[in-house]
Nanobody
Framework: QVQLVESGGGLVQPGGSLRVSCAVS????????MGWYRQAPGKERDLVAVITNDGSTNYADFVKGRFTISRDNDKKMVYLQMNSLKPEDTAVYYC???????????????WGQGTQVTVSA
């Protein structure tokens, strides 16, 4: 079994910072891209940021310059550092990972359960 467990969400004031983390566990051969998505109430799930296994990153325009994605391959972790938070950043943040469970298997996609981030005064 593969598990993705997010942590670090919570309530923060506008302009504040928060870091969310995602731990990947289970029988895994290799991890490819790791990313963060978010979904606000009544809205679709949107890509926030993605990082490949060679460290290349890509960000949604609405977080560029404010959010930073990083990963620790040894710990099988991915992080999202969120600065200058705005009320419109309020959403459930989901971890998403492409990985191979065995050397002979194809790439599979997994989701975490999500962590709530609320930006409010």
């Amino acid at each position: 079994q593969v598990q993705l467990v997010e942590s670090g969400g919570g309530l923060v004031q506008p302009g504040g910072s928060l870091r969310v983390s995602c731990a990947v566990s289970g029988s895994i051969f290799s991890i490819n891209a790791m990313g963060w998505y978010r979904q606000a109430p009544g809205k679709e799930r949107d890509l926030v940021a993605v990082i490949t296994n060679d460290g290349s990153t890509n960000y949604a325009d609405f977080v560029k310059g404010r959010f930073t994605i990083s990963r620790d391959n040894d710990k099988k972790m991915v992080y999202l550092q969120m600065n200058s938070l705005k009320p419109e950043d309020t959403a459930v943040y989901y971890c998403n990972v492409d990985l191979k469970r065995h050397w002979y298997s194809g790439v599979q996609n997994y989701w975490g359960q999500g962590t709530q981030v609320t930006v409010s005064a």
